[in-house]
């Protein structure tokens, strides 16, 4: 499944533009960062992608097809948003299987294949034991990994990850990120992180996409970006960052 956005352009209430013909192919199974300062325009391109937001030009192709003006809630996307934290009141398999209800029709499975398939996420994020908790009996970490499974539950044809680490202390954001790349690889989804951290972008993605006032200035793996940088930009982003 691959994501071609093309000259995709975002202001706000008439404003300057915020994105400016962003153009970007997120290929088959790739995990993909938006790396950049505060105000670049990284959240607005992820929910412009989500179908949170509506460009005011461009277009969306999933696989050639075009999704520019398909809801939000049809477009089979997996979310991991600091905005959607998990349910308070729902026990960690209700969160996962909530993620289910959002299928329609013939798609959503049984109640039986429901329960399957909570089961099945709960032991990809090692947590099969855990099914009853509520959030409040997690860690921040724990919290994270239902996060990622309810998320999974759809079998998402794209996963969007909105600074999903960022609330959570040094050390668990790194075995996190590890634990994330491992279930995005297994599960084989193509995958956008936005984040304003470097070293979690280098340290996460296949390519990363480094964003400067609503455009892209570079984009590139992380050895490509740290031997080549572009533009003066991303060579002073860069080193500020190491
Ligand atoms: P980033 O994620 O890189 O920090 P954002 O996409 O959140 O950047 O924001 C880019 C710019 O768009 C900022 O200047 C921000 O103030 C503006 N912006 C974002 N969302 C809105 C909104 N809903 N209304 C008005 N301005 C917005």
């Keep these: ?20 013909e962003v153009s970007l ?19 607005t391109l992820l929910n412009s992608i989500a179908g949170l937001l509506t460009p005011d030009s461009g277009r969306l192709l999933l696989d050639g097809e075009d ?4 809801p939000a809630g049809q477009r089979r996307f997996g979310m991991v948003f600091q905005s959607y934290a998990l349910f308070r009141h729902m026990n960690v398999a209700q969160n996962v299987e909530f993620g289910l209800r959002v299928l329609k029709g013939n798609a959503r499975p049984s109640k039986a294949g429901r329960r399957a398939r909570v089961a099945a996420l709960l032991d990809l994020i090692e ?11 997690l860690s921040g970490g724990q919290q994270q990994r239902v996060a990622m499974a309810r998320a ?8 969007l990850l909105d600074e999903p680490f960022s609330a959570l202390d040094a050390q ?17 989804v193509a995958a956008i992180l936005v ?13 990363v996409a480094i964003m400067n006032d609503g455009v ?25 960052g190491a």
């Design 1 to 20: 499944m691959s994501l071609r956005i093309e000259t995709l352009s975002k202001s706000f209430d008439g404003g300057a533009s915020v994105l400016r």
């Design 25 to 43: 192919t997120v290929h088959d199974g790739e995990f993909l960062a938006l790396l950049g300062p505060s105000g670049s325009g990284k959240t």
């Design 67 to 70: 999704i520019t003006h398909i």
């Design 127 to 137: 947590m099969s034991d855990l099914g009853d908790r509520y959030p409040a009996q």
């Design 152 to 159: 999974l539950a759809i079998d998402p044809r794209l996963l």
């Design 172 to 188: 668990v954001r790194q075995s996190l990120r590890s634990s994330v790349r491992d279930l995005q690889r297994k599960v084989g």
């Design 195 to 207: 984040t304003h951290d470097q070293t979690e972008a280098f340290a996460i993605a296949d390519r």
């Design 216 to 240: 892209i200035e570079q984009i590139g793996s992380p050895d490509e970006l740290r031997q080549n940088p572009g533009s003066p930009f991303v060579r002073r982003f860069l080193e500020a």
